[in-house]
């Protein structure tokens, strides 16, 4: 068998030829498409092989697929739409640590959505902050030739060598939440330095005065970076005098669900100290929905009361319909720059769009019990 394709995946092989006999009309819309026993045959691999390319087809809308009839060119009105922007078989991979109801769910829908209305399919890699699952997750998806990538980079104070070609291959590619300093690629995420002033202006509003900074380690990640900015732009502004005793940080290995209950009570016996340590403080500026519910923990088992001891005003917080949010805080407008995200790719992939866009957004400020 002919093996001029070098390293190409063979359920890959298998969906492009399909593909081709699509688009070149030798399968139209209704005809059915070879079994998995047959494309098994066929390119010389098992049965799991040949499924895993059906599927991919499927699930990108090109073929149909029914139990114990077979699988077929997909509809008339759902080829098309797809011919005619030429998007038959295209895919975006995108890259997050994690995703939950607090930050990530919104921008994982935005992204979906505008994927499902351009006609992408899409495929998501889980890193969970760790660079070196980052690495793999951009060398599978670059070995599954997806023709566009989104990706929310890990913490860290170097760029991971892998993120860096993505970059310098000129991809199809958009970061989004957290800027890699120094790189020429598109970028779309809050306006945090505005946003956290907006956040620290309301504490400063509603009278206070010692206002403590709380973050988890900052590691060069300008989201956090951009927040201490504001912060101190904030105070500035208000003539309010800056006090970095102040500050602290915690260990935020919880945030993506690695957390023992050892480093949980650390974090919170360091927070009591730090505010036992620090009376005067009055409210809490928080980079995070965690750093804001450590923060309240320590301050009940002192004694303390939220909001009239210790007013507390934090980026992100789950939020329902039938309660009234447990902290004020900056809510960021995750589906919109998931789809913001996507726009920009599909229109660099598509030969019109920047490679260094950048698109910041603001954020909202949400009343809620901690203020």
């Known amino acids: 068998m002919n093996n001029d394709q070098g390293a190409q995946p063979m359920y890959r092989r298998i969906y492009d030829s399909i593909l081709a006999d699509i688009s070149s009309g030798r399968l139209l819309p209704g005809d ?3 079994s998995e026993k047959e494309l098994s045959s066929r390119f010389s691999v098992s049965r799991i092989t040949s499924k895993h390319a059906l599927e991919l087809l499927a699930g990108n809308k090109i073929i149909e697929r029914f139990p114990g009839k077979g699988s077929f060119v ?14 038959l078989g295209k895919n975006i991979g995108l890259i997050m640590p994690d995703f939950s109801e607090t930050f990530g769910l919104g921008l994982l829908f935005g992204i979906e959505d505008r994927c499902r209305e351009l006609g992408y399919g899409l495929i998501l890699c889980r890193t969970l902050d760790r660079p070196e699952l980052e690495e793999k997750a951009i060398k599978h998806l670059s070995q599954m030739n997806v023709d566009g990538i989104i990706v929310l980079p890990v913490h860290g104070e170097n760029y991971n060598p892998s993120v860096l070609r993505l970059v310098l291959e000129h991809r199809p590619m958009s970061f989004v939440d957290r800027r890699l300093r120094g790189l020429a ?3 779309v995420g809050t306006n945090n330095t ?28 300008s989201a956090i970076e951009e927040r201490r900015e504001g912060f101190v732009e904030a105070l500035a502004e208000h003539g309010l005098p800056l006090d970095t005793d102040l500050w602290t940080t915690y260990v935020d290995s919880f945030r993506y669900g690695t957390i023992s209950c050892e480093q949980a009570e650390a974090n919170l016996s360091q927070m009591r100290e730090y505010l036992s340590a620090h009376p005067d403080i009055d409210a809490v500026f928080s980079v995070e929905y965690e750093g804001a519910l450590l923060v309240r923990e320590a301050a009940r088992s002192l004694g303390l009361k939220v909001p009239e001891d210790i007013a507390i005003v934090c980026f992100d917080c789950p939020t329902n319909c039938y309660l009234p949010p447990s902290f004020t805080h900056l809510k960021q407008r995750e589906y919109e720059i998931g789809q913001k995200a996507l726009d920009i790719v599909h229109a660099q992939i598509l030969g019109n769009g920047q490679e260094n866009s950048k698109v910041y957004i603001p954020a909202d400020l949400i009343r809620g019990q901690s203020t």
């Open 74 to 87: 997909a509809r008339p009105e759902i080829a098309a739409k797809r011919a005619d922007i030429g998007l």
């Open 194 to 221: 505005e946003a956290a002033k907006i956040g620290v202006s309301h504490l400063i509003d509603i009278g206070r005065q010692r206002i403590a900074f709380v973050s988890g380690p900052i590691k060069d990640t």
């Open 32 to 34: 059915r498409v070879p």
């Open 185 to 187: 690629a598109s970028f």
